[in-house]
């Protein structure tokens, strides 16, 4: 099966103006998901890395693009291809609470 790595964005005024039996059967679809062998999380603050010429290491917190909604969580998932990533993460909370999911295929460097 191939990798895919998925970013959620969604904020609590779309979570809260969808309705309870939606979260939840969300809440529902992400345990599966689970179960089954994603590993999924809760975005924390970012940090930006830079090292030019690998002599000058640089760190500061935050994002480096920003977007209308902020980034909710991200999620490893095993799935055949990418229609069936984009069919799995199609229920998860970020999708039906007004947000949205990207869906990045994840290729190994070998």
Not at 49 to 70: C, H, I, Q, W, Y
Request: aromatic share 6%; proline share 5%.
């Amino acid at each position: 099966m191939a990798k895919f790595i998925t970013i959620g964005y969604g904020d609590q005024e779309g979570y809260n103006r969808t309705s309870k039996e939606v979260r939840d059967a969300a809440h529902e679809h992400d345990s599966k998901l689970i179960s089954s062998g994603a590993l999924t999380g809760i975005a924390g603050t970012p940090v930006q890395v830079r090292n030019p010429e690998g002599k000058a290491l640089e760190t500061s917190e935050g994002a480096f693009m920003s977007t209308d909604l902020p980034i909710a969580g991200f999620a490893v998932i095993e799935a055949d291809d990418l229609e069936h990533a984009i069919e799995l993460v199609s229920q998860t909370p970020c999708a039906v609470a007004h947000g949205v999911v990207e869906v990045w295929p994840f290729e190994p460097i070998s």
